[in-house]
């Protein structure tokens, strides 16, 4: 007998942001790893078009066999063309934290962000709705009993309103529930805590503040308030669109305006716009990141009027790799790597990048290629699109072929 939890989890309709549904990624993650039974489903397009058969109740998709003991998250490792994702072993837990941590920071939450966060508002979350009992909570939870809930899980804020309670009022929960909840905490600038509100924003101030930042988060607010009472007025305006960096790789724009964009005004719009965001999971999968991207200083415009920068961009990188493709196999002694000219996922920068000498490239393909191979790793050359048995095979194909000794 299975013992394990299910939690059937229906989709949420005109949900605020698409980063925290599990159906977009899950089905990226499945599409990417062409994971389902039925080998010809390989798209969301083909997925929205299925339907329920009449007289039946549903329509199960099933997966392969042979990734139901796969992981969902992997672990990552460095191959001789890049990195590999290993295909049975799991993300580790010390990844996984270092990662939430960043996460944390960048969002501006006040405390460290770690795995149990998730784990600890789920809980509360379950033990302050109608429709979860304490048995199931514990079934849920995998508790013994209430206890270990009311011991480890509890907040000591006490987040019902007491005063109205008290003095026989109707409590306002959906106050209470943004004040004592974590996006009060978040701000661009630093983290800060809620503590009373008006006109449905929120006034902050804090005591403790943290010690790195003391004087900022004594300062901060008291410049805040002074420059309200000085007339500073808000704008009414927000600004709904994604703000991402011109230099991002066009597949990593694709995956956040995808899965950041405002819900549709329409069931067929925010379907449309879910089936976006999952191709875009799906094709982020095969994407290797290269490393941070700068923010860009200002620069004089260099492109003529009415030419798309982006076009320009896309033609002078085809051209690059065109040229870069030549040199390859003409080129006695070329100073292109060839596995990296052949690897579509890396930064078209490390694509194409020619070294100081053809030496520096012997050292690089040693170093880079030759030493990260494995037993079992496959070994080919993308660029002319064979595979090769050995790595003996690899060395002797990139001499001849390619001009590249080792």
């Given amino acids: 007998m299975d013992v394990r939890n299910k939690f059937p989890l229906p989709e ?13 990624f899950l089905l990226g993650l499945i599409f990417a790893d062409r994971a389902f039974a039925a080998s010809n489903l390989t ?50 837990y010390v990844t ?53 809930f009311i011991k480890h899980y509890l907040p000591r804020r ?38 009373h509100s008006a006109r449905g924003g929120t006034i ?26 000085s007339g500073l007025k808000f704008s009414d305006d927000q600004d709904t669109k994604v703000q991402v960096v011109n230099e991002m790789p066009l597949m990593q724009k694709r995956l956040v305006e995808t899965v950041m964009t405002m819900p549709g005004t329409t069931v067929e719009e925010e379907f449309r716009q879910r089936n976006a965001a999952i191709d875009a999971v799906a094709a982020y999968c095969h994407f290797q990141e290269g490393e941070a991207v700068a923010m860009p200083c200002e620069r004089p415009p260099t ?34 790597c060839f596995i990296c000219l052949g690897e579509s996922s890396l930064p078209f920068e ?17 170093r880079k290629h030759l030493s990260n191979i494995r037993g079992g790793d496959w070994i080919g050359c993308k660029v002319c699109r064979m595979s090769l048995e050995h790595k003996m095979h690899l060395r002797n194909h990139a001499a001849r072929i390619h001009g590249t000794v080792s």
């Fill in 303 to 336: 492109q003529a009027k009415g030419a798309c920068p982006q076009v320009v961009a896309a033609d002078a990188e085809k051209q690059a790799l065109s040229a870069a493709m030549l040199l390859v196999f003409t080129e006695k002694r070329p100073t292109i």
């Fill in 350 to 366: 490390k694509r194409v990048y020619s070294f100081a000498s053809p030496g520096d490239l012997t050292k690089h393909f040693k």
């Fill in 12 to 24: 949420i309709i005109f949900d605020p942001s698409l980063i925290l549904s599990p159906h977009v």
């Fill in 158 to 195: 006490v987040t019902a309103d007491v005063q109205a309670i008290v003095s026989g009022y109707e409590p306002q929960k959906d106050l209470m529930r943004a004040a004592c909840r974590m996006t009060p905490l978040i701000n661009t600038t630093d983290s800060v805590s809620s503590s």
């Fill in 43 to 92: 798209s969301v397009e083909q997925l929205s078009r299925l339907d329920i058969r009449p007289g039946y109740q549903q329509l199960e998709l099933l997966l392969k066999s042979s990734i139901l003991d796969v992981p969902i998250f992997r672990k990552s490792v460095r191959m001789g063309y890049g990195y590999e994702i290993l295909p049975y072993e799991p993300l580790s």
């Fill in 96 to 148: 996984l934290l270092s990662l939430m941590k960043a996460v944390g920071v960048i969002a501006g939450f006040l405390q460290p962000t770690h795995p149990y966060c998730l784990r600890y508002g789920a809980g509360n979350e379950f033990n302050q709705s109608g429709d979860v009992s304490d048995a199931l909570q514990n079934m849920m939870l995998q508790h013994a009993n209430i206890d270990t």
């Fill in 204 to 229: 902050v101030s804090r005591v403790q503040p943290r010690n790195s930042l003391d004087q900022w988060d004594v300062e901060n607010p008291v410049n805040e308030v002074e420059l309200q009472l």
